[in-house]
């Protein structure tokens, strides 16, 4: 079995979630020698004949093998994603990268904290939580109303046992603020004892997820973020996703990483690399 097979695969249904973000469907033979079953938090590396392959998370899959990618235009290659049709080809590797740990049994509550297109990599995090009956909060942070995704999806909330918050940057739905500022909000009303048995799970602009991990740290809160970082190989191979001073890769090591790694992570909401290697201001 080998992840770094790459297979064609044809594109069988395009949803588009809002301007500029469209979700590919795509099915994969469970079947076959080279299937690995993915997790939650774990991303492929998606190639566009003629233009590039870039790292991109899966939003979904199924036993049965239907796979999704949930993908933002922000340059060449996620413009080229965008511009495909149902029946047209994609080659892509993996599942990469470590993935979530699900909370364990101590923990009792548990808070998902997205930002933005963020809230693709946690989606299916949210369905595995969902079938273990696991109570969870989400805040879900966007610039403005007309940047929600999965709408659908996010309809079936809140259940018994789920709370959602929507919030946007300039008010235009729900909440008016900052994902990160909402979920110091919520935390205000906690008793200190309630804080003790959460688990917080965070995707989003890396300065969204510096002040979550900022507030979980005051509250003795275990965090787990996933980190983004440009990537090439998405398997171990060109470095570039390397986080200082622990030589960490964000391809193999993460992209998840929790509190306790994260503390030593000087570059964790500072620094990334660029294509050529040198170190960038996020
Ligand atoms: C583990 C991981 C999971 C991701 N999951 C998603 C997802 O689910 N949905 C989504 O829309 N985006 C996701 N991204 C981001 C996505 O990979 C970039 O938006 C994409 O690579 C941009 O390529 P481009 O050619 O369109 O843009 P370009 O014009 O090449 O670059 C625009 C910006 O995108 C980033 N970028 C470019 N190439 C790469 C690369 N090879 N690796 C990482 N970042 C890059 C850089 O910050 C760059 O400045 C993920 C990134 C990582 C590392």
């Known amino acids: 079995m080998s992840k770094n097979v790459v297979r064609t695969v044809k594109i069988e249904h395009v949803v588009e979630e809002c301007k500029n973000v469209k979700t590919l469907n795509f099915s994969v033979d469970p079947k076959n020698n080279n299937y690995i079953s993915p997790r939650p938090g774990q991303f492929i590396m998606v190639w566009v004949p003629g233009v590039d392959e870039i790292p991109i998370s899966l939003s979904h899959y199924d036993s049965k093998g239907n796979w999704s990618i949930t993908v933002k235009k922000v340059g060449e290659c996620t413009k080229a994603l965008l511009d495909l049709n149902v029946g047209d080809y994609i080659g892509i590797r993996g599942p990469f990268g470590n993935g979530f740990e699900l909370p364990p049994e101590k923990c009792k509550e548990v808070f998902i904290i997205a ?39 996010c309809k079936n909330f809140p259940e018994d046992n789920v709370s959602n918050f929507y919030c946007t940057d300039d008010g235009s739905y729900a909440l008016k603020g900052l994902a990160s500022d909402i979920f110091t909000e919520i935390l205000k009303d906690y008793p200190r004892e309630r804080t003790k048995n959460l688990l917080v799970y965070t995707c989003g602009p890396e300065k969204m997820m510096f002040k979550i991990f900022k507030t979980c740290e005051r509250y003795g809160i275990p965090l787990q973020a996933s980190l983004e970082r440009i990537m090439r190989c998405g398997c171990g191979l060109c470095g570039l996703c390397v986080l200082d001073p622990l030589g ?28 050529t290697g040198k170190k960038v201001l996020i």
């Open 248 to 275: 960490l890769l964000t391809c193999t090591d993460g992209p998840v990483f929790d509190s306790e790694i994260l503390r030593k992570v000087d570059d964790f909401g500072r620094f990334k690399r660029d294509f």
């Open 115 to 153: 930002g933005g297109i963020g809230l693709a990599p946690l989606r299916p995090l949210i369905l595995e939580l969902k079938e273990n009956h696991h109570p969870f909060k989400l805040v879900i942070g966007i610039k403005t109303r007309d940047e929600m995704i999965f709408k659908e999806f």
